[in-house]
Nanobody, 115 residues
Framework: QVQPMESGGGLVQPGGSLRLSCAASGSSFSINNMGWYRQAPGKQREFVALITSSGITDYADAVKGRFAISRDNAKNTVSLQMNSLKPEDTAVYYC?????????WGQGTQVTVSS
């Protein structure tokens, strides 16, 4: 199994936008769900958004209306468009791909929202 690889993190000012991407190419299992989680310093990892293989999405209340998740099933990639970013969005963002008995996590990418 191939570990998902995130990209696109960085430093952005409040109100700005970032786009995270995650590639799980090379994976041999059928990825039913792809999603994003985040962990801020001193806090537990929390759910951000997910998308199923059929395109059904779900979001944490804290990001609804600001973040949008999308995926490319043919390429096993998932993206997270983050708009109107707030300082409280600062965290390490992790990609997760899971289906059946498989559950894969990426290494994480840092997102810092600060002026």
């Amino acid at each position: 199994q191939v570990q998902p690889m995130e990209s696109g993190g960085g430093l952005v000012q409040p109100g700005g936008s970032l786009r995270l991407s995650c590639a799980a190419s090379g994976s041999s299992f059928s990825i039913n769900n792809m999603g994003w989680y985040r962990q801020a310093p001193g806090k537990q990892r929390e759910f951000v958004a997910l998308i199923t293989s059929s395109g059904i999405t779900d979001y944490a209340d804290a990001v609804k209306g600001r973040f949008a998740i999308s995926r490319d099933n043919a390429k096993n990639t998932v993206s997270l468009q983050m708009n109107s970013l707030k300082p409280e969005d600062t965290a390490v963002y992790y990609c997760r791909c899971w289906g059946g008995a498989s559950n894969l996590w990426g290494q994480g990418t840092q997102v810092t929202v600060s002026s």
